[in-house]
Nanobody, 124 residues
């Protein structure tokens, strides 16, 4: 079992930055691919970014490419999402998720463990 706890959300003006953190419990964190997803009111949960178990490979949704950066520190059992140049359309609840099979893709299905989410609100 892996438990995930997100933090770092908040209210920011358009153009601003936030850094989300996701702290994981369990000794197997370093062997899992990790992903960030988001869900805006009335919309389906969507992929934002993913990172391989080693951190050597990263993937991004087109909507955030060049603005967001995913990273991880396996010694701290933590994955991060640095969000720059935020836009009002980035407003959503952001979730981190763990994929034990290391597919690390954009589909929700491989991710077996999810955090409770953290709210990000970007004002115009």
């Amino acid at each position: 079992q892996v438990q995930l706890v997100e933090s770092g959300g908040g209210l920011v003006q358009a153009g601003g930055s936030l850094r989300l953190s996701c702290a994981a419990s369990g000794r197997t964190f370093s062997s899992y691919a990790m992903g960030w997803f988001r869900q805006a009111p009335g919309k389906e949960r969507e992929f934002v970014a993913a990172i391989s178990w080693s951190g050597g490979s990263t993937y991004y949704a087109d909507s955030v490419k060049g603005r967001f950066t995913i990273s991880r520190d396996n010694a701290k059992n933590t994955v991060y999402l640095q969000m720059n140049s935020l836009k009002p359309e980035d407003t959503a609840v952001y979730y981190c998720a763990a994929d034990p099979d290391n597919s690390g893709g954009s589909s929700l299905n491989p991710y077996d463990y999810w955090g409770q989410g953290t709210q990000v609100t970007v004002s115009s």
